[in-house]
């Protein structure tokens, strides 16, 4: 069961990237994703959902109108488009599955490596 | 939003001994709560969830308790893999999901 971020880069402020998250090992379509970063020596923040079949999508307010969250269950992948990035979007991006139970969801079991992004002119 | 208050910022304990980590929120989020621990270089790692439920190959030293607003975490026997972060996680009232600061767990 493994994650794999990759795509993040140094960007001018402005600019844009895609985060894909390359999943293996599990039944990608059956779980819903998530996006989380962590900006360098702080916590962590929960930026993007995406449910089962992609009906559902949340978003943080922090990123709204900026980035798109996405899948493509036969490529077993998730993505995020991200657009309009500022000096604050600076973070390691972690694509984490929601993990479940039959009674109830548990919270995030598998987390990817991450992928740095790096915003700056 | 509810907002994950964790305690102390850092906590500094010997080998050997017990750890005790808090978190508290901002509203009942009854028992959807998890915790990660976080290691340098490292992803976030699943130690418990359900607030008390510790997730797959967690060793038995780690415990959590809690439920509604107060919740803790607890590593007795404290072995050298275990000097991390953890953070605090509640998934019952989402978007947004939500995370504690962290408390950094050093060697004193």
């Known amino acids: 069961v493994q994650l794999v971020e990759s795509g993040g880069n140094l960007v001018p402020p402005g600019g844009s990237l895609r985060l894909s998250c390359a999943a293996s090992?599990?039944?990608?379509?059956?779980?819903?994703m998530n996006w989380v970063r962590q900006a360098p020596g702080k916590g962590l923040e929960w930026i993007s959902y995406?449910?089962?079949?992609?009906?559902?999508?949340f978003y943080a307010d922090s990123v709204m109108g900026r980035f798109t969250i996405s899948r493509d269950d036969a490529k077993t992948s998730l993505f995020l488009q991200m657009h309009n990035l500022r000096a604050e979007d600076t973070a390691i991006y972690y694509c984490?599955?929601?993990?479940?139970?039959?009674?109830?969801?548990?919270?995030?079991?598998?987390w990817g490596q991450g992928t740095m992004v790096t915003v700056s002119s | 939003e509810i907002v994950m208050t964790q305690s102390p910022a850092t906590l500094s304990v010997s080998p050997g001994e017990r750890a005790t980590l808090s978190c508290r929120a901002s509203?009942?989020?009854?028992?959807?709560l998890a915790w990660y621990q976080q290691k340098p270089g490292q992803a976030p790692r699943l130690l418990i969830y359900?607030?008390?439920t510790r997730a797959t190959g967690i060793p038995a030293r780690f415990s959590g308790s809690g439920s509604g607003t107060d919740f803790t975490l607890t590593i007795t026997s404290l072995q050298s893999e275990d000097f991390a972060v953890y953070f605090c996680?509640?998934?019952?009232?989402?978007?947004?999901?939500?995370f504690g600061q962290g408390t950094k767990l050093e060697i004193k």
């Open positions: 996680h509640q998934y019952n009232n989402w978007p947004p999901y939500t």
């Open positions: 509203r009942s989020v009854r028992s959807n």
């Open positions: 984490a599955r929601v993990g479940t139970t039959p009674s109830a969801p548990i919270g995030f079991d598998i």
């Open positions: 090992g599990f039944t990608f379509s059956s779980y819903e």
């Open positions: 359900g607030a008390s």
């Open positions: 995406i449910s089962v079949g992609g009906i559902n999508i």
